[in-house]
């Protein structure tokens, strides 16, 4: 591709300058965060993306009006961005041999992997292994030939079922055992895949359930929380007055994180090259609200009659007819650790290199879900 080979002679008279941090993902949802983290704090950031590369710098620009003030950039914060055409799914990232020869000798400080495919389907498994196992091993290659650190965005609900009852996730690698969904299990192939890599120096960093900005509620995902909101929204909208039940674990907890207040703690917790080395850190708030703080607020949100029923309470038969359709609609999105499992989850790794707990001001629940909900159902 002519234009990455122009790319990659301006990369070339830049890099004894400053050190380059190579993003992959860097349009989604916390990949942009820590993207414009990066620019703020005066790297210059290479980004891996597919189709059109003036659209998605565009993209970038313009989302950015949209965030938190600590991310907020100036036109000279973006002159630091250059995106590069390729691919994660293809072979050397769909890169000619020349410009992927020139990736792996850049002068590169680390790569950040915030690239995942999010479908939790394990119909999509071949595909949620291409980017999820495969995508990581390409870029791999890429980190041990730059001789730089690898930064995997993963996922906290690594440790399968078997902790989905109150037993603590460490920041330990886990192997693979029995998930809830396909992305959980390939990022925890992933995550194995890198540990057993050969001279390879890497930090994998595991948020929860990533929502919305805590100051403007902004968010481009469609995925996890916001499935139930589309859902609640249309009943609301139909004037739906059937109780609508929601299953749950008894003391779940609903593991949420701003996603403002997550990349900051990640951003943080990366300046300590040392003590990050080869280690995990579970991005987690220290102090999550309850399944019960929960409902609540979306009962009252959407004026619906939501009704908890426990895992192991009434029976699906036992329901009313109506009532079970709707049912089984909610059962159908919870294919992922949303409501049904009561993961509890160590940050120590994380609190020893902040100086404090993963968590800020952002926790009065009602008014942050307030405002992530109303963001949302604006912009839709």
């Given at each position: 591709m002519k234009e990455n080979q122009h790319t990659f002679k301006k990369l070339s008279e830049i890099q004894d300058l400053k050190r380059i941090q190579l993003v992959v993902g860097g349009l989604g949802f916390i990949g942009q965060y820590l993207t414009w983290g990066l620019l703020r704090k005066g790297f210059n950031v290479v980004l891996i993306a597919r189709n059109d590369i003036h659209d998605r710098f565009e993209q970038l620009k313009q989302r950015n009006s949209f965030v938190n003030p600590i991310y907020k950039l100036s036109k000279n914060d973006f002159d630091r961005l250059i995106i590069i055409s390729g691919d994660l799914n293809r072979p050397k990232l769909s890169l000619s041999s020349t410009s992927y020869r020139q990736l792996r000798s850049l002068h590169i400080g680390s790569i950040w992997n915030c690239a995942a495919d999010m479908r939790y389907s394990y119909s999509n498994l071949q595909q949620s292994i291409n980017t999820n196992v495969n995508g990581v091993e390409r870029l791999i290659e890429v980190a041990v030939?730059?001789?730089c650190r690898f930064n995997q965005i993963s996922t906290s609900f690594i440790a399968g079922k078997d902790h989905a009852s109150g037993v603590t996730v460490k920041e330990k690698l886990y192997q693979p055992k029995e998930f809830f969904?396909?992305?959980?299990?390939t990022k925890n192939a992933a995550e194995n895949l890198?540990?057993?890599?050969?001279?390879?120096?890497?930090t994998i960093y595991r948020p929860t359930i990533v929502l919305g900005d805590s100051v403007t509620g902004y968010t481009n995902s469609q995925s996890g929380y916001y499935e139930y909101v589309k859902l609640l929204n249309r009943l609301k909208e139909q004037n739906v007055q059937t109780p609508i039940h929601l299953k749950y674990l008894p003391n779940c907890l609903i593991n949420v994180i701003p996603v403002d207040i997550c990349c900051d703690a990640i951003l943080k917790i990366s300046n300590n090259?040392?003590?990050?080395?080869?280690?995990y850190?579970?991005?987690a708030d220290s102090n999550p609200m309850t399944i019960d703080e929960f409902v609540m607020f979306n009962r009252d949100y959407f004026e619906l009659d939501l009704r908890q029923i426990q895992v192991s309470g009434v029976l699906l038969s036992s329901l009313p007819e109506k009532e079970r359709r709707i049912l089984k609609i909610i059962n159908r999105m919870q294919n992922g650790p949303f409501l049904n499992s009561d993961f509890r989850f160590c940050s120590a790794n994380s609190q020893r290199v902040l100086g404090h707990p993963v968590q800020d001001q952002w926790r009065n629940s009602k008014s942050y879900l307030t405002k992530v909900v109303d963001y949302f159902l604006n912009q839709t």
């Open positions: 030939a730059a001789k969904n396909a992305y959980d299990y890198i540990a057993e890599s050969k001279n390879l120096e890497y090259h040392e003590l990050t080395k080869n280690q850190f579970n991005i």
